[in-house]
């Protein structure tokens, strides 16, 4: 199949950056759509132009490096589904293809495609873990947590950190997955010394990096490629407040 | 050379604990007057960074992706092995220091793997206290799995996303050494050169992948935790990005290589599809479980799946290994879909793959179970090939997926530079010339968490490291030698791509040095790498300059890299006439098809110098004794 593609190219941070049109000739339906960018960047290298710059790294859906938006749509149209996971039998002859990197102010564009999105671990390294050194655990049958308790972390802790959230919500809030950081070490025994500390400078830190507030609309879910549930939000919202109440003036938040 | 492993003398038992006491201690308040470079930041890497920063050292840490999040570490899927023995079925340290020496086919060196064994349980207890939602119980305790080449029940899991579940353990962990200013992460920079001072190494050369910038960093020791180099074969289950560059640059700097030839393919890959294919997909092991694999009886039948009756297919594994069935290690596991497809009783349309089928565990357990237990991974697998496994069987093949081989290091996984340290899947250590699966995750995590940060000390305290700058000559040699290539590669533009290359050397070495070898085979394969790489320096076509993000340049030096490395493997594979693990010579099998092994010649760590001189560790056994493999 045929397809057209129009594509934010921009030589650097400084550039100013514009769409460019190409023809994806011969696609195959069973290719992924990054699969089916290496082909035509193959092209372009034999025809001496520069290829297009587009994070990627496992193309398996896990790593998080990869992210764009088709259309308009964060990872492109299939739900629960990475950009490196979506293949190109979704698409049909003489579709076109707006590709443009994530649009976010915390999330500067670095060339084509390809996003800084280093503000996602400046909000963890702000609160999001455990303070446990290494050789300092108990066993790990020590403290038996609930089967359901478990399985609730967990489906918040599989975020992937690819930023499509950002780029989905309107106001390039972040909350989805500061939401999902704070609900995975909130549901287990092991993250409550630090539960309310982690709160308050999660957000505090999310603020800096200029990423807007939450008005509950709801893209973000829509398009995480790992189905992290609004219900974060109002988790983290719980927290936040609760720690804005109660806590000590030495839970630090952060500048 | 004499190789020296430094084992600690007396029972293995106690070998761990004599070292930790005998070594030498660096004051707490001196720690913090040494810096220490880690490259990589995945399970060894992010692991070994966050604790020696916990510990006091001032540490930098790099990773060529844009986060350490992003490391291969968090592709794994299926789990981490522990001799907890919570299953009460008869687990112990020496059950799994004795499984993890057998199934590295008696190719690993016994005190290392004791120790991993020991560590094991200690791993475990640190994820847990640092928030890792492993799978429990109702009873609210930790689950287990099965994993092949192992008859007990030790392997824990978050779904099929365990290694990312401990990826981000290490990498919170480091992130809050990072917000307490004792790492300074620096990420999209890749390791170009190891510099080496007065026979030790001082630092490193990298390049800002953003800027292009080439810089020297001084440190009193180097740590490379940068992973294995699957890639050569350019399809693998690898991430993209993986390579073979930091490990390769420093061992032509001094580092001997350790049997590069020992590579494993996983059994249950998703099975190519066509020639743009970029990368193989992994299906977790842990699907071994309860699917269960078949081919046809006949040639050639290319009825559907549930047209061929019970009494036409071949549970081939559960016919030849009636005690470990499904669950035989991978490197068995493969050779036998291989010798499958080769008898034309593949299926698929390539008629490269066999089934992989859970249609009798949906009707056992339920389908929810298996949604349960699988369900990312089924659904991955509808993404990927369209088809729905929960009604067809999946179709599977074996792929490149992990090197056991590394750079060379002793018990104190120092390399034979000092000052330089290598850690998980960089090095050689543990797996001998098969890994089992859920094992690299914690030989990631010990050698991180539990061994270099008491080593480094060791070497830190008991040597006399002289004051380094950027400035001295081994410095700058390094530096101009770094940005004498970029330019090289920049300036041939030439008329072919890198990935056509890479593509082209990937399908040489699977063809030559893949699931299978033989001696003809082999000199051929090195005959046509050399010509290849020759055409390489003539022909390739960078675009571009080295001063931009310029995905193509790092590429073009990575794959540089894999042609060097790719002869060394041919080599290796070549000089070893034996088969065990993943290396299979055809020349050397019983009568049913097994690997041979030859004890009496070939028990030792192949340890290349660069370039392609070969010294050898003699392997010594005192605890289990080798013996043919059966898992009969």
């Known amino acids: ?255 | 050379m004499q190789l020296d492993s430094r084992v600690p003398s007396g029972p293995i038992e106690k070998a761990w604990e004599n070292y930790k006491f005998e070594m030498k201690l660096v004051n707490p308040a001196n720690k913090r007057k040494y810096n220490i470079i880690v490259v990589g930041s995945g399970l060894a890497g992010g692991s070994a960074a966050a604790t020696m920063a916990e510990l006091g050292y001032n540490v930098k840490c790099f990773c060529f992706q844009d986060s350490p999040r992003r490391a291969h570490s968090i592709a794994a899927q299926g789990g981490i092995n522990a001799a907890k023995n919570y299953q009460n079925d008869g687990d112990s340290i020496f059950r799994l220091f004795y499984d993890t020496v057998k199934g590295g086919d008696f190719r690993a060196r016994e005190a290392n793997v004791y120790r991993l064994a020991q560590i094991s349980v200690d791993i475990i207890d640190q994820c847990v206290a640092q928030g890792v939602p492993f799978a429990r119980e109702y009873g609210g305790t930790l689950a287990n799995r099965s994993f092949g080449g192992a008859q007990v029940s030790r392997t824990f899991y978050a779904r099929g996303q365990t290694g990312q579940q401990l990826l981000l353990g290490a990498y919170q962990a480091l992130e809050r050494q990072v917000d307490a200013g004792k790492v300074e992460m620096i990420p999209r920079t890749e390791m170009l050169d190891l510099v080496v001072v007065d026979g030790k190494a001082r630092g490193i050369i990298t390049r800002n992948l953003i800027t292009g910038k080439i810089e020297a960093h001084v440190a009193d020791a180097v740590v490379l935790g940068t992973g294995g180099y699957g890639n050569v074969y350019y399809l693998s289950t690898n991430a993209k990005g993986s390579n073979a560059t930091a490990i390769w640059r420093a061992h032509k700097r001094g580092a001997l290589f350790a049997n590069p030839c020992f590579t494993q393919i996983h059994p249950t890959c998703i099975p190519v599809s066509g020639d743009y294919q970029s990368k193989l997909t992994l299906m977790s092991e842990s699907l071994r479980n309860d699917g269960r694999i078949w081919v046809p009886k006949k040639q050639g039948d290319k009825r559907a799946p549930a047209q061929i009756p019970e009494a036409e297919r071949d549970y081939y594994l559960e016919r030849r290994y009636p005690s470990f069935g499904n669950l035989v290690p991978r490197d068995v596991a493969s050779r036998n879909a291989k010798a499958v497809c080769d008898e034309g009783r593949g299926v698929g349309e390539s008629g490269l793959g066999v089934y992989l089928d859970f249609a009798d565990a949906i009707q056992r357990l339920g389908k929810a179970t298996i949604v349960e237990r699988y369900g990312n991974l089924f659904e991955m697998y509808e993404r990927i090939t369209g088809e729905n496994p929960y009604e067809l069987p999946m179709r599977i093949y074996p792929a490149i997926h992990y090197t056991m081989g590394g750079l060379w290091v002793d018990y104190q996984l120092m390399s034979t530079i000092p000052g330089l340290f290598v850690i998980g899947e960089a090095n050689f250590s543990d797996h001998g010339a098969n890994r089992l699966g859920a094992s690299a995750l914690m030989q990631g995590l010990s050698d991180g968490y539990f061994v270099l940060p008491y080593t480094i000390g060791n070497y830190l305290a008991s040597t006399k490291l002289e004051k380094v700058t950027t400035s001295l000559p081994e410095f700058c040699a390094a530096e101009n030698g770094v940005a004498e290539m970029t330019k090289r590669l920049l300036s041939i533009r030439g008329n072919r791509t890198v990935s056509s290359f890479h593509r082209e050397l990937g399908k040489l070495l699977w063809d030559h040095c893949g699931m299978s070898r033989n001696e003809a085979g082999l000199k051929e394969g090195i005959q046509k790498i050399v010509s290849l790489r020759e055409d390489f320096w003539k022909n390739v076509n960078v675009l571009g300059s080295g001063e931009e993000l310029n995905q193509a340049l790092e590429k073009a030096g990575r794959v540089a890299d894999f042609f060097e490395l790719g002869e060394l493997m041919c080599r290796d594979a070549l000089d070893r006439n034996e088969s065990c693990g993943g290396h299979f010579r055809e020349e050397y099998q019983t009568p049913e098809g097994e690997a041979l092994r030859d004890d009496v010649n070939y028990s030792y760590v192949a340890a290349w110098a660069y370039p392609a001189v070969l010294h050898k560790e003699p392997l010594t056994f005192d605890y289990v004794h080798p013996s043919q493999r059966s898992y009969k």
């Open chain 1, 1 to 255: 199949m045929n397809l057209t593609l129009h594509v934010w190219r921009q030589k650097n941070a400084t550039d100013k950056g514009r769409m460019t049109t190409y023809a994806a000739k011969g696609v195959n339906p069973e290719m992924s759509f990054l699969e089916m960018l290496d082909v035509l960047n193959e092209e372009l290298t034999m025809k001496g132009e520069d290829p297009i710059a587009f994070d990627h790294d496992c193309r398996e859906g896990i790593c998080g490096s990869c992210g764009f938006m088709i259309n308009g749509v964060a990872h492109g149209p299939l739900p629960k589904t990475t950009v490196c996971q979506l293949h190109m039998r979704h698409f049909k002859n003489g579709d076109k293809l707006y590709l443009e990197p994530w649009r976010a102010s915390a999330f500067p564009v670095l060339k084509d495609l390809v996003v800084n999105r280093s503000a996602f671990d400046r909000i963890i390294a702000s609160g999001g873990y455990v303070s446990v050194p290494s050789g300092s655990a108990p066993d790990g049958n020590a403290i038996a947590i609930p089967k359901q308790d478990s399985d609730r972390a967990m489906d918040s802790a599989q975020c992937i950190g690819c930023g499509a959230c950002v780029a989905a919500c309107p106001n390039a809030s972040a909350a989805l997955f500061t939401g999902a950081k704070i609900h995975h070490l909130g549901m287990l025994p092991q993250g409550q010394p630090e539960r309310k500390k982690r709160a308050l400078r999660i957000v505090a830190q999310a603020n800096a990096e200029l990423f807007g507030s939450c008005t509950n609309i709801g893209e973000c879910e829509a398009v995480c490629p790992k189905g992290i549930n609004l219900e974060v939000i109002a988790a983290m919202n719980r927290d936040f407040l609760r720690a804005s109440w109660s806590a000590r003036p030495d839970a630090v938040v952060a500048e």
